[in-house]
């Protein structure tokens, strides 16, 4: 058993379109190397810095991801052949272990499906795309497309309801 700690850089398209890990920043491995029968079991953690995107308001959104990530990396020529799993084993070559996959695999999945800024974000207008945030008095005027023929037959500024006295007497 061997323990390794490092500090990698963090390879291109480690996320989603919405949130991920920036490339080039650094992630933390803590990891654990055991020889067992079958091959190399790495387990351990990763940590990193998330950048990306609110879903609701677009703002930036920054966070700190820390996963667990275990491994089985098989011998060469130790791969079951009968296994249903053998498609995802991944082998030792050269005696070099490449962990990007796994890597990727763990921290993508640990990612939020839609990130947003705050639990209580309130998005943007769906009228005219301002964030709501701070704004508790946003209103628009808007009137149902199917009543819209009808705004021309109340006079201006008149009320819609009843007409007006002068009008009665006419």
């Known amino acids: 058993m061997r323990t390794v700690k490092r500090r990698v850089v963090a390879p291109p398209g480690l996320g989603t379109d919405f949130i991920g890990v920036p490339s080039g920043t650094d992630l933390e491995l803590d990891l654990r190397l055991e020889a067992v029968m079958e ?4 387990s351990g953690g990763v940590r990193g810095r998330l950048a990306g995107q609110c879903v609701r ?22 791969t079951p052949v009968d296994d249903e799993t053998d498609d995802d084993l991944r082998e030792i070559e050269d005696e070099l272990i490449d962990l990007e996959p796994a890597l990727r695999d763990a921290v993508v999945l640990a990612l939020p499906f839609q990130p947003v800024c705050r639990p209580d974000c309130p998005g943007l207008c769906q009228e005219c795309g301002e964030p709501l945030a701070g704004r508790s008095e946003h209103r628009h005027e808007s009137v149902d497309p199917r009543w819209q023929a009808l705004l021309g037959l109340v006079p201006d500024g008149g009320p819609p309801g009843p007409l007006h006295d002068e009008e009665k007497e006419s």
Not at 39 to 42: A, D, K, M
Not at 61 to 68: A, S
């Open 39 to 42: 091959g190399v079991l790495v």
């Open 57 to 78: 308001c677009l703002d930036g959104v920054t966070d700190v991801i820390d996963v667990d990530l275990q491994e089985l990396y098989v011998y060469p020529g130790r």
